[in-house]
């Protein structure tokens, strides 16, 4: 019973405190995910010490809880979002995703090239510095209403293009780290990551179709509801399996499911789920954030030049990448990219394990993720505030104006 | 990945047995909750071995899973019952907890001890035979839309108070285990648990009434469903702390907030996170079940003598303690209080723990656990399509019928 009491009140302090500092955070018009994310550091280890990563078992059911929370959130995303309108702006979405790739993985290795490390520090950190944790920007634009907009549907392309890359940069450093790059592997996790998502966007319309009179069909209450839940959790465990990050999955099934999305309310269904577990995936995220890093002042230099190189990588390349859609969306493009997320840190922990990293250079990862995810969601909600981003409707007036004969 | 992978397969295996199974059921017209339970059986260590709760810290987290999911289901059961309506059924449901404490206690020790054991021993099969889990009941009556039944509300109003008595009952019976029985302790317990539930139903209802318009006022999108997760999750942790059943505390959460059901629709602000998380709460119960037990041939006569007497306990007892209603009622009251679950199991291993049962006794334990749990749902179904069990509105007409001036 002990037990069961302390993870209940466990919960009970994360949901309070995500629920409070999100509040306070609307309030003060900032984005209520930042909120979250300092709810945990304040419950983590580092300030009133109540939740603590180091206690293995029980932290690690948080840690499902918040794995689950964020495929809920990725997926309820993608129930937005129809395979189409991802393929319209998929030319946008690769330059996005390939720019956003190149431009941060070289800052990142010349920046530890020219701090006198080796060259194998300097792909890692390179390699640290190429993944964006598209989980922060998804949620800002779900608070702020705006996940049909053009913007969103390049971001969250891109994202999905840039997990592939990141795994194939991670599996090449590995392999130098290792002193032998394995080929046959990497060929490997192209053809299956890049497979998986092909497969979905050819075949998954289709399936859905075929799929879709079952949910009338079925005796059980809430039928839609459980075959979605089933669809999500199936395409992320796969996604999973082969490497990919479990969000890519869920994010596809949500976009395939989004043909059904109107007929079977499926958003709506999902609402209290959602509301119910992606806190927890945000306070997570701040309990696991190591403040030591920021009183060691021999790093903080190092730290913040590094932080200024990942934002200024995504920025220029990203926005770059989507350069096409004007300086204003362009930008919001290169903003809704730089958040780094827990990938930065797997790729950095990785390279600590091998033994081809400092613990200094960590640490130096570990304070540009949290920088840049803290950072990025006021600078998204003020661009968006100031009308950076037309909503869909605007966009298509605007375009049918623009489509009009001249001599009208 | 590895093991996020694995985590989401077994997720997934779990939601998709408990949806096949619940639908087959329904379909052969059996309530879905022992589908999902059989669910469990087969992917459990001892059929498909898919799931196996050996593999302790994985398993670990669907146990929260299916805490979190019992949790839920107590409290929109509770969602539904006001404070009044259970006051109002009060004294049929203390009887009906009083004497199927009683009888079920006198059976299982009078049992132990003419079959040659220890008084220490038939003591504890005694306790092990005290507590029903409502969860089971909760779920058919929810299934089958009975919620607002008087028979519904003696249920619950007397699993309630068979919870404090359960706990009294263990805290005499560990007491002579131990040599030595602890007066001040059990006259703690006795306070705490009884204070608990008085200073809910008297401050509960003001204190809800003072809430309310808060609800309007807060910024965060969805309120009135964060207030009331938090307000579940607090009563679940302190119940928890005083060592009462998790889901009463959760059952009188929803009770009293049962004022604000209507007005902020919450019953249907939690629908998809019980759709979610209850399912797992009877999986996993089901990859619990040792069915090496009945494969102990010796040990089959005495576990189904000692499952009659369990089952005879509650029926007598409980049906008696429901007399008023009426046979039909009184039955139903009887038939629906059968179901042991985990608090059975919970105190014979707590005896086997102490080296004062046998495991002979313990795996008999656990039989009638299993088989009283298993044969409850399709005769409360029957006896409820026969209907045993007025709807609340058909009673009310009736009643209404009953008090008009004889000579109209």
Chains 1, 2 share one sequence.
Not at 370 to 389: D, N, Q, Y
Request: hydrophobic share 55%.
């Amino acid at each position: 019973m002990e037990h069961t009491a302390r993870i209940l009140l466990d919960l009970l302090m994360m949901f309070a405190a995500a629920k409070i500092m999100g509040e306070i955070f609307e309030r003060i018009k900032q984005p209520a995910v930042v909120g979250e994310i300092l709810a945990g550091i304040l419950l983590g280890p580092y300030i009133f010490g109540l939740i603590s990563p180091s206690q293995t078992e029980t932290f690690h059911v948080y840690q499902v809880l918040a794995e689950i929370g964020v495929i809920i959130l990725l997926f309820s995303t993608g129930l937005h979002i129809r395979v189409e309108e991802i393929l319209s702006v998929g030319r946008t979405s690769s330059m996005v995703a390939v720019l956003g790739v190149i431009l941060p993985f070289f800052f990142g290795y010349l920046f530890t090239l020219t701090s006198e490390h080796s060259t194998v520090e300097a792909l890692f950190i390179g390699a640290a510095m190429v993944a964006t944790s598209v989980g922060i920007t998804a949620r800002v634009f779900a608070d702020l209403g705006i996940l049909d907009s053009r913007v969103a549907k390049v971001i969250l392309g891109a994202a999905v293009i840039d997990d592939i890359l990141g795994l194939l940069v991670l599996a090449v450093v590995t392999g130098v780290g290792k002193g032998a790059i394995s080929y046959l592997k990497i060929a490997l996790i192209t053809l299956e990551a890049t497979g998986f998502i092909f497969f979905l966007i050819i075949i998954g319309k289709k399936l859905i179709y075929r799929m879709a009179p079952t949910f009338g069909f079925l005796k059980s209450r809430n039928a839609p509801f459980a075959l979605a839940v089933l669809f999500c959790l199936g395409l992320s465990a796969v996604a999973s399996y082969i490497d990919l990050a479990a969000i890519v999955g869920a994010f596809m099934a949500g976009m395939v499911l989004a043909e059904l999305n109107v007929e079977f309310k499926l958003s709506m269904r999902f609402e209290s789920l959602y509301d119910f577990l992606v806190p927890f995936f945000f306070v997570v995220m701040g309990t696991q954030v190591d403040l030591t890093v920021f009183t060691r002042f021999n790093l903080i230099g190092a730290a913040l030049i590094l932080t200024a190189f990942a934002i200024l990588g995504k920025l220029i390349g990203c926005g770059l990448g989507a350069f096409n859609l004007g300086w204003k969306e362009g930008s919001v493009v290169g903003v809704g990219m730089v958040p780094r997320g827990e990938v930065g840190m797997i790729v950095a922990s990785i390279g600590l394990g091998m033994g081809v990293i400092s613990t200094d250079l960590y640490s130096i990862v570990i304070f540009m993720v949290v920088a840049t995810t803290l950072l990025t969601p006021p600078f998204l909600a003020k661009m968006i505030s100031k009308g950076f981003v037309k909503k869909e409707e605007e966009r298509k007036v605007e375009q049918r104006v623009e489509d009009l004969p001249v001599d009208l």
